[in-house]
């Protein structure tokens, strides 16, 4: 069993950074993929970005070039680095974790709120 556990979310005004952590627990490998979501007020969850097992990293157009997935993998940690953020940016962040060695296996994080003041 994994858990993820997240932090980092809060206030932060337009044009600001904030770094979101997503610290796993239990039996995490190299197989391991991390994707991060959000959900905005009276939105839906949407896909933010991704960082693949092997390395790759996919983000939506909306972050490209403001986002960065990382990883320390010592320390089974995932980072969401969000960096110029706008107002459009608030919302809840979720992040996933898979596995491309298991169908079907997924645990998400509790979520943590990021709100951009204008």
């Known amino acids: 069993q994994v858990q993820l556990v997240e932090s980092g979310g809060g206030l932060v005004r337009a044009g600001g950074s904030v770094t979101l952590s997503c610290a796993a627990s239990?039996?995490?490998?190299?197989?391991?993929?991390m994707h991060w979501h959000r959900q905005a007020p009276g939105k839906e969850r949407e896909f933010v970005g991704s960082?693949?097992?092997?390395?790759?990293?996919d983000y939506i157009d909306p972050v490209k070039g403001r986002f960065v997935i990382s990883r320390d993998s010592a320390q089974n940690t995932w980072y969401l680095q969000m960096n110029s953020l706008k107002p459009d940016d608030t919302g809840v962040y979720y992040c996933q974790l898979t596995n491309r060695g298991v169908i079907g296996e997924s645990y998400w994080g509790q979520g943590t709120q990021v709100t951009v003041s204008s």
């Open positions: 960082l693949a097992s092997f390395g790759a990293t």
């Open positions: 239990g039996k995490i490998s190299r197989n391991h993929a």
